[in-house]
């Protein structure tokens, strides 16, 4: 048998963990990747993808040169990983009760744009707390449970609000 099919997925992974893949090259490449499409889409500096590719290069490495891209990278992925499994949850035990594809189910589509918009919002926190880049995060710790809850009456406002029908005004016929 070939050696080649012998090969052991954790230790790869831990292999290319040790080797900076990662920390580094996919921060990297995912840095670089977002700033040649910025400029590439925005043409700022025209059509010229080697201008293009070289801020973005220059952006890329510049931005790896300091410890805490690849520590904010490693914490918004694995934030982002949790974030996606909870929202896929839902869907699926929503899915059982209701039937998204239907027009008349647009304020359950809302309500979970919002949910969503929620823990996209909770993922940048946390990221952002856990790897210090914004400092102290004292703000956040002591009224965490008030911006939520502040954040879900807005949106359920706004949800009753979107998906309220048109109310006819008195004296206007149709």
């Not at 048998?1 to 292999?15: K, S, V, Y």
């Amino acid at each position: 048998m070939n050696p080649l099919f012998l090969i052991d997925i954790a230790g790869l992974l831990t292999q290319w963990q040790t080797l900076g893949v990662f920390s580094y090259v996919l921060p990297f490449l995912l840095i670089f990747a977002l700033v040649f499409g910025i400029l590439a889409q925005a043409k700022f500096l025209g059509e010229n993808k080697g201008v293009n590719s070289v801020i973005a290069l220059a952006v890329a490495l510049l931005a790896l040169q300091f410890p805490v891209v690849p520590t904010f990278f490693a914490s918004i992925t694995s934030n982002l990983a949790i974030g996606l499994t909870v929202l896929l949850s839902v869907l699926i035990l929503m899915g059982l009760f209701v039937n998204f594809a239907d027009p008349k189910e647009k304020g359950w589509r809302n309500g979970m744009a919002a949910f969503g918009g929620l823990v996209a919002l909770i993922v940048i926190l946390v990221s952002l707390s856990s790897s210090n880049i914004s400092g102290n995060f004292w703000w956040w710790n002591n009224y965490w449970p008030h911006i939520i809850v502040g954040i879900i009456v807005i949106g359920a406002i706004i949800t009753v609000i979107a998906t309220s029908s048109k109310a006819t005004t008195p004296g206007k016929s149709d």
